[in-house]
């Protein structure tokens, strides 16, 4: 089984600071797409950032960023100037072509200490 | 923006009784997924679903699972005897985001709770 592994299982940052969450994963294909998505307490699942396999430049949304290895198959998220608001569980998802099933991690539950 | 409906937000049914869980998808994709998190676990796939047919299942939906898209733009979900170990939040996603560009576009969900 192909999977995605999320080493973290709860992380916290003060307010300000940069935090990085990592994610790891199991693939036998060549091109792939990788993605991050927050979850807050109502539950609902939020795209935050994705990446292409192919793209050897990392991908940067505002204040979030990810450093993918791709030899390594890894996949990190950094988030700088943490926020209040970032507190949530994170969870790395990957897909083998732009439309097909994800496949999630275990999540990471990010704590921001005001 | 577009988006993905789910109703209801949060049904409680009784072990044995059969729920239908409603999802409205982003107008006029084809490609419809439901998925499943059981409270404080990750998410699961459960079935893709791509021009009226299932496209792929996974093992977590068996016989008692169904999908189905009753008219032109609402698909259903139905759970035909719920058990206890089918509380969960369901899912309907989209492989889609705002300007075009790649990624899947969930709905808000709905808490299942089987008592």
């Known amino acids: 089984a192909q999977t995605v592994t999320q080493s973290q299982p709860e992380m916290s940052v003060q307010e300000a600071e940069t935090v990085t969450l990592s994610c790891t994963y199991d693939t036998s294909e060549s091109d792939y797409y990788l993605f991050w998505y927050k979850q807050p307490p109502s539950r609902q699942m939020i795209l935050v950032i994705r990446?292409?396999?192919?793209?050897?430049q990392n991908a940067t949304e505002n204040r979030f960023s990810v450093n993918f290895q791709k030899a390594a198959k890894s996949f990190s998220l950094k988030i700088s100037d943490s926020q209040l608001g970032d507190a949530a569980m994170y969870f790395c998802?990957?897909?083998?072509?732009?439309?097909?099933?994800?496949?999630f991690g275990e999540g990471t539950q990010l704590t921001v200490n005001p | 923006e577009p988006e993905v409906t789910q109703t209801p937000s949060h049904q409680v049914t009784q072990m044995g009784q059969e729920v239908i869980l409603r999802c409205v998808p982003i107008s006029n994709h084809l490609y419809f997924y439901w998925y499943r998190q059981i409270l404080g676990q990750k998410v699961e796939f459960l079935v893709s679903f791509y021009n009226n047919e299932i496209s792929e299942k996974s093992e977590i939906f068996d016989d008692q699972f169904s999908v189905e898209r009753p008219d032109g733009s609402n698909f259903t979900l139905k759970i035909r005897s719920t058990k206890l170990e089918d509380s969960a939040m369901y899912f309907c996603?989209?492989?889609?985001?705002?300007?075009?560009?790649?990624?899947?576009?969930f709905g808000s969900g709905t808490r299942l709770t089987v008592v």
């Open positions: 996603a989209n492989p889609y985001v705002p300007g075009g560009n790649y990624g899947y576009t």
């Open positions: 998802a990957r897909s083998e072509t732009s439309g097909s099933r994800l496949t």
């Open positions: 990446q292409e396999a192919y793209k050897q």
